[in-house]
């Protein structure tokens, strides 16, 4: 269920110093934390990389979605209740909101 992506596209690697998120040769963001004191490095480093999996998580919950509403209706609560939470994960990844 792939949609119209207005961000850049993926795949996104880290690189340089571990900080700068890039799609090729295209710089997408910097993550940081404070003024980089050295104790500060390691959360902005994980930082750095749940922002460049962000194209690959996105795709996820969009297959998710898309093979949860193939499946029969058995546990039909549940269901829709990951569902919900997928379509508002996608909905905020898109927009913003």
């Known amino acids: 269920m792939t949609t119209e992506t ?7 690697t880290v690189a340089l110093n571990e ?12 993550a940081h934390k404070g003024i980089f004191a050295a104790e500060e490095w390691p959360e902005a480093k994980a930082n ?11 795709q996820a919950a969009e297959d998710a979605l898309e093979s ?3 499946l029969d209706n058995k546990d039909g609560a549940y ?11 996608l909905t905020a990844a898109r927009s913003g909101r």
């Open 68 to 70: 949860l509403s193939r």
């Open 6 to 12: 207005k961000h850049t596209e993926g795949p996104w």
């Open 48 to 58: 750095a990389r749940l922002i460049a999996a962000a194209p690959m998580l996105l």
């Open 19 to 30: 900080l700068t998120i890039k799609a090729g040769d295209r710089t997408v963001a910097h």
């Open 79 to 89: 269901r829709g209740s990951v569902m919900r939470e997928l379509r508002d994960v």
